[in-house]
């Protein structure tokens, strides 16, 4: 213990300037690695599994790094989440990293040093991460499930209409 009744060495929480959850859904193996990393101070790092909350992690998030899934891209932008995207599908998920990077909410990289330095640049800069996220909620489309499911009933409406009018 040192004079003043501390032990001298500072709780993880007190160094840390950036929290990180990450999240590995079901892959145990990223899991268990990411646990056993030394993360270094200043930042707090907790590592889950799958979770049945990932919208409240998201709207309690400043950004997030992740695939570029269309369904995590959509959350995220409704969420007014910048996004880091580390990976995507060829063809499939290929053609959201433009999407992201020209609708000014988020860049790619495949790079774990890129991605760091990018993020924490964004965290450093409230006016960037302001910019950004207003940005993302501009890309929103919160509706977008309701005004497909209505267009498909106009469709099967139209249809049966001229179905009734041709008998």
């Not at 929480?13 to 990393?37: F, H, P």
């Not at 910048?82 to 995507?88: E, K």
């Amino acid at each position: 213990l040192n004079a003043d009744g501390t032990s001298g060495e500072s709780s993880e929480e007190e160094e840390a300037l950036y929290q990180m959850v990450v999240i590995c859904g079901k892959n145990e193996k990223a899991q268990s690695t990411l646990s056993s990393q030394e993360w270094g101070s200043g930042v707090s790092v907790e590592i889950k599994g799958f979770v049945n909350n990932m919208d409240e992690y998201m709207r309690a998030s400043d950004a997030i790094v992740t695939k570029a899934g269309p369904g995590t891209i959509a959350e995220a932008s409704i969420c007014g989440l910048p996004c880091m995207l580390s990976s995507f599908l060829p063809g499939q998920e290929e053609g959201n990293v433009p999407y992201v990077e020209d609708s000014g909410f988020g860049t790619y990289s495949g790079d774990p040093k890129v991605i760091a330095d990018k993020v924490s640049t964004w965290l450093a800069s409230p006016d960037l991460m302001q910019e950004m996220k207003a940005n993302a909620l501009k890309a929103a489309r919160p509706s977008a499930t309701l005004d497909i499911a209505k267009d498909l009933a106009e469709m099967v409406f139209e249809h049966k209409k001229k179905q009734v009018s041709s008998a």
